[in-house]
């Protein structure tokens, strides 16, 4: 597809269990960021992706949260033991960052329940 | 790295009012700032930017300013409709490696009849 694809749409796991949720980028966006919403709160920025540059990892909330970017293109923001306050909607954009910045593109996000 | 701070927080306005949202940012080096419209259960899209070498820009009902110098940015929403209920984000950023776009905390906007 053209835009932002996020995988699975819906998660949910119970309090303890690791999870992985995946983020397929617009083709050719150097930059991809992971955010978090919880329910009628702003975008928690997590960590921001560019080019071949070491990651921004200054959002992540513990060290239970992980990500990678593998060969530029497809993320996984992994959560490990989690915890009922992961509970959220995880949201994820890519843009195409050249001399002039431009638009970023969401997903439709991975709501995550932890029970 | 850039602070981006967004208010007011909720804002409430009948039908066919004007609706104003401002935001500052800390980093002089920031060059683009968008705005995006997050309507219940969607996800965040872009609805107008603004780049530095301008300060103004506007598209049908919607307009966006930019001051440099006192590092703040506005939107504004004329003749409001209740489609433009949702909520608002600002965004600043800036080239090279400060190029991650910090976000502002959201407006709420409720366009009453």
């Known amino acids: 597809g053209a835009g932002v694809s996020q995988s699975p749409s819906n998660k949910v796991t119970e309090k303890g269990k690791d999870v992985e949720l995946r983020c397929d980028p617009i083709?050719?966006?150097?930059?991809l960021y992971w955010y978090r919403q919880s329910l009628g709160q702003g975008l928690e920025f997590l960590i921001y992706f560019q080019g071949n540059s070491a990651p921004d990892k200054s959002g992540l909330p513990s060290d239970r949260f992980s990500a990678e970017r593998t060969g530029g293109s497809v993320s996984t923001l992994t959560i490990q033991r989690t915890q009922q306050e992961d509970s959220a909607v995880y949201l994820c954009a890519s843009s195409l960052v050249t001399g002039l910045n431009t638009e970023a593109f969401f997903g439709q996000g991975t709501r995550l329940t932890v029970v | 790295g850039e602070n981006v701070e967004q208010h007011p927080s909720t804002l409430s306005v009948q039908e066919g009012d004007s609706a104003v949202i401002k935001c500052t940012y800390s980093d002089s080096a920031s060059n683009y700032f968008p705005w995006y419209k997050q309507e219940l259960g969607k996800r965040p899209q872009l609805i107008i930017d603004?780049?530095?070498?301008?300060g103004e820009k506007k598209d049908q009902r919607i307009a966006v300013t930019l001051n440099k110098t006192a590092k703040h940015f506005s939107l504004h929403i004329t003749e409001t409709q209740p489609e433009d209920s949702a909520v608002y984000f600002c965004a600043a950023s800036s080239t090279g490696t400060a190029s991650k776009l910090t976000f502002g905390t959201g407006t709420r906007l409720q366009v009453t009849l």
């Open positions: 603004i780049r530095s070498n301008v």
């Open positions: 083709s050719g966006h150097t930059a």
